[in-house]
């Protein structure tokens, strides 16, 4: 039985972008079309309590996620945050980590996730090429006056560019791993796959996450030939050369112009007054959900002012202990992957896989120095998944405690 429920999670967290985007904007089935996403979520977390028993044993995983939470309702209560205000921000902040958590104590092996996560991520891929080659019309704030005025991004089923890009960055580095850890005529199949969604990544024009992920990839290359990583950093600086669009947005970084308007109102304008904000609550912040979240911008708080950076705006509505606990948090997530990989002797298909994910996450914390879209539920249901199952099999010792 648990069997079956730990697959049907699998399948609907990663076509939950498809499903929550063709009922809330094409189907409209009241009351299913507003409620599915949350009912899913509680579904979620029903079914972690039935097996907390196990999950109570990966204390990696759920103690450093405990503080952190712990951290964020001391700061709500310190500042008498809303009942409204605060479940907005916990349903975007903190429940879908519910998903690695299950996912984590189940029986799926990480090869499993192949068809599911292509069945999502590549109509996604070929969605945002066709706006691409078709310039279908966007918003004006989407285009860079540096870049090309006359331009188009993909942007495929999402409100933003880079949220298509956060997706592209997941699936390209599994589709990375398996291009070099597959042995049969498969390979080739998976290298013109990652072609694809690199197309559409870089259609994107999204400057942090081409970056992050060529990082990432640079790094999680150097664990597997040195001379890989050398070829990528290579195929990314030549492309980064030879492709029109994504040279210019690069060379745009280093104008005056491009200065003048960031601090006019741009990110540097957001990291300046996102630090005045935290000076003003330096421990506990002013509470979640209150400033420069996607939820105060929704609810119109803290003047309506949204933060792209993921980190500064922990800071500002938590504190310096919120920052603290949630990189924590964080940090002892992609520990684990680490741990697996250098615990994995065998070079089968599972490791390239599971070193894919290590790959996505570590590329997902890099660019959210630039980006924020861990209130993004899609794209946290999506990538919470992706490590649960990659992280399925426990290993013997955990970094935090000892165990």
Excluded: C
């Excluded at 079956?4 to 189907?27: A, C, E, G, Q």
């Excluded at 990189?327 to 070193?355: A, D, G, P, Q, T």
Aim: charged letters at 15%; hydrophobic letters at 55%.
């Amino acid at each position: 039985m648990m069997s079956t429920l730990y697959r049907i999670v699998m399948w609907i967290s990663f076509l939950f972008p498809w499903i929550d985007y063709l009922l809330k904007h094409k189907i409209h089935l009241y009351p299913i079309s507003s409620l599915w996403d949350d009912a899913f979520i509680l579904f979620i977390w029903i079914l972690v309590i039935v097996k907390l028993p196990d999950i109570i044993k990966r204390k990696e995983l759920w103690i450093p996620f405990a503080i952190f939470t712990s951290v964020f309702f001391i700061s709500a209560g310190i500042n008498n945050v809303s009942m409204w205000v605060l479940q907005d921000t916990v349903r975007r902040l903190l429940l879908p980590y519910g998903i690695l958590l299950l996912l984590s104590v189940s029986d799926i092996k990480p090869k499993e996730m192949i068809w599911p996560l292509l069945l999502s991520t590549l109509p996604m891929a070929l969605l945002g090429i066709y706006q691409y080659i078709n310039k279908v019309p966007i918003p004006p704030d989407w285009i860079d006056s540096l870049v090309d005025t006359k331009t188009t991004r993909a942007f495929a089923i999402f409100v933003s560019p880079n949220i298509l890009a956060s997706f592209m960055e997941r699936a390209e580095a599994i589709l990375l791993g398996l291009s070099i850890g597959s042995k049969s005529k498969t390979k080739y199949i998976y290298i013109a796959l990652l072609g694809i969604h690199l197309i559409a990544h870089i259609f994107t024009l999204s400057r942090a996450s081409l970056l992050a992920f060529v990082i990432a990839a640079s790094i999680g290359l150097l664990l597997i030939n040195a001379k890989f990583a050398i070829g990528w950093i290579s195929s990314g600086a030549l492309a980064a050369l030879i492709i029109p669009p994504i040279r210019k947005r690069f060379l745009g970084l280093l104008s005056p112009y491009y200065r003048y308007k960031s601090a006019l109102g741009g990110r540097l304008f957001q990291w300046k007054v996102e630090i005045q904000h935290w000076r003003k609550f330096p421990i506990w912040g002013s509470g979640p959900g209150t400033f420069g979240s996607i939820t105060a911008w929704n609810l119109g708080l803290g003047g309506k002012f949204r933060i792209d950076m993921l980190y500064l705006r922990i800071l500002g509505e938590l504190g310096i202990a919120g920052l603290i606990t949630f990189i924590w948090w964080l940090i002892s997530i992609f520990v684990e992957l680490i741990l697996k990989l250098l615990h994995n002797s065998s070079r089968e298909i599972s490791y390239y896989i599971v070193w894919g994910g290590t790959v996505g996450f570590l590329s997902f914390l890099i660019q959210s120095f630039a980006n924020n879209h861990f209130e993004v539920i899609p794209h946290m249901v999506f990538t919470w998944a992706i490590i649960g199952i990659s992280l399925t099999e426990n290993r013997k010792k955990s970094w935090v405690l000892g165990n």
